[in-house]
T-cell receptor
């Protein structure tokens, strides 16, 4: 079956760095997405990786290793507004998005 | 970026009534839109894929007679929850792709929170 694993919850301190991991097993691979979702709101797009390596976008970076079925989202200089759920999603061979359950990130002052 | 608007944001209805949720792509044409539901502290669950001018494709376990989807134009898809019951209370979200981005990025509506009394 298809499976996306990410930690349920993480806690970090304002100003620090946090890495949220995602491992996946899917039938085919056409890219991995990270979305941010604040409570009660719809997800917003953060990043897309289809090739191995690191993609940097401001304070956020996303890494992909296709051979390992592994990705991480790196958040630097954490701000209180970064408290949210972070969803990892993989597009399979049928171009369907398979969603992880999300990682709730709690930022403490 | 592309904007997807969803209406209403909140709806409360009595058990047995039907509720319609609209999803509009405001500045692009979306041949395909997706409908999800999300329970508290859970991830998005794809309900159906809505294709303009044709019948929606429903995911396994989703009742097509219960959740009616109509994609009448390239900018509008509607989800109607028929004869709603309290267990249908959930957060319903739509998304659409421009179909032109290399990233295959999805743009999400704001979501509609349905509460059935």
């Amino acid at each position: 079956g298809q499976n996306i694993d990410q930690p349920t919850e993480m806690t970090a301190t304002e100003g620090a760095i946090v890495q949220i991991n995602c491992t996946y097993q899917t039938s085919g691979f056409n890219g991995l997405f990270w979305y941010q979702q604040h409570a009660g709101e719809a997800p917003t797009f953060l990043s897309y990786n289809v090739l191995d390596g690191l993609e940097e976008k401001g304070r956020f970076s996303s890494f992909l290793s296709r051979s390992k079925g592994y990705s991480y989202l790196l958040l630097k200089e954490l701000q209180m507004k970064d408290s949210a759920s972070y969803l990892c999603a993989v597009m399979d061979s049928n171009y369907q998005l398979i969603w992880g359950a999300g990682t709730k990130l709690i930022i403490k002052p | 970026g592309a904007v997807v608007s969803q209406h209403p944001s909140w709806v409360i209805c009595k058990s047995g009534t039907s509720v319609k949720i609209e999803c509009r792509s405001l500045d692009f044409q979306a041949t395909t839109m997706f409908w999800y539901r999300q329970f508290p502290k859970q991830s998005l669950m794809l309900m159906a894929t809505s294709n303009e001018g044709s019948k929606a494709t429903y995911e396994q376990g989703v009742e097509k007679d219960k959740f009616l989807i109509n994609h009448a134009s390239l900018t509008l898809s509607t989800l109607t929850v028929t004869s709603a019951h309290p267990e249908d209370s959930s957060f319903y979200i739509c998304s659409a792709s421009t179909g032109t981005s290399d990233t295959g990025e999805l743009f999400f509506g704001e979501g509609s929170r349905l509460t059935v009394l």
